[in-house]
């Protein structure tokens, strides 16, 4: 009988110490989110909202020729692609890699180039983007999020010039203006990097994995985009910038063409 009660008492510990495992090493979650009730969800009619302004989001009013012709074919021939592209319906896996990669969390994301407003959901956290202004939950952090949106964004080549060629694995094209750097494969004429002087500093979106997506755009999307931005942009305490990565599956997005 006190060997069983020995037996019983030894199980009880380890179930008990798995369970304390399990709470202490649970899903990684995003800085904003330690502490967060499970009811999170229920909570989220009552969460109050913000605003963000992001500028670099909207495409420019005006289109007029570059004083280079070089570079002026490749930003043209970036801004007819983009025009192609009418609406678009991404789903995939928005990772954060901060002092250390974090969980993938499912994103999804719908672009309406007519409109401009797009709409956007990682994880339990979710934005509307109407133009430059991000609207969402105060204490997420969907403002950097929305800058994926980036991929979707048209240039005046007006304002860029010829800066020499970029760094890296395929010989790149580099165009500057004033407060943006665009960087083009010189073989495929697409572009593989935009930086933006933003009032919190510079931020750095790459795109790769280009592929076209169902829905009949007929346009290659990239597959993948990487931002790195300053810890300015963060709404929560940093002392160092961070990056934050979009996978997209293609095989369960869709882009439509214009009509």
Not at 226 to 239: D, G, H, I, L, Y
Request: aromatic share 6%.
């Amino acid at each position: 009988m006190s060997t069983n009660r020995q037996l019983w008492q030894g199980v009880v510990v380890a179930a008990l110490f798995v369970v304390a495992v399990l709470l202490l090493w649970g899903p990684a979650r995003r800085p904003w989110e330690q502490g967060a009730p499970k009811t999170r969800a229920a909570q989220a009619t009552t969460r109050p909202g913000r605003t963000w302004e992001i500028p670099a989001l909207v495409s420019p009013a005006r289109y007029e020729a570059a004083a280079d012709a070089g570079i002026g074919r490749l930003i043209e021939r970036h801004n007819a692609r983009q025009d192609r592209i009418a609406t678009v319906k991404l789903e995939g896996q928005c990772t954060w890699h901060l002092d250390m990669p974090g969980d993938p969390r499912p994103t999804a994301i719908t672009f309406d180039r007519a409109a401009s407003r797009a709409s956007m959901t990682c994880g339990k956290d979710r934005c509307e983007i109407d133009g430059g202004k991000v609207t969402g939950i105060a204490e997420s952090a969907m403002n950097v999020d929305a800058l994926y949106l980036l991929m979707f964004r048209k240039y005046n080549a007006k304002e860029f010039a010829a800066a020499g060629v970029g760094e890296g694995g395929m010989r790149r094209v580099v165009a500057r203006s004033g407060t943006e750097t665009l960087e083009f494969d010189e073989k495929t004429g697409r572009l593989v990097s935009a930086a933006f002087e933003m009032k919190e500093g510079r931020v750095t979106a790459a795109f790769s994995d280009y592929k076209e997506l169902p829905g009949g755009a007929g346009e290659a999307l990239p597959m993948k985009v990487t931002v790195v931005a300053p810890a300015e942009v963060f709404p929560f305490e940093r002392t160092r910038g961070g990056t934050v990565e979009l996978a997209i599956d293609a095989e369960r997005s869709e882009a439509r063409g214009s009509p």
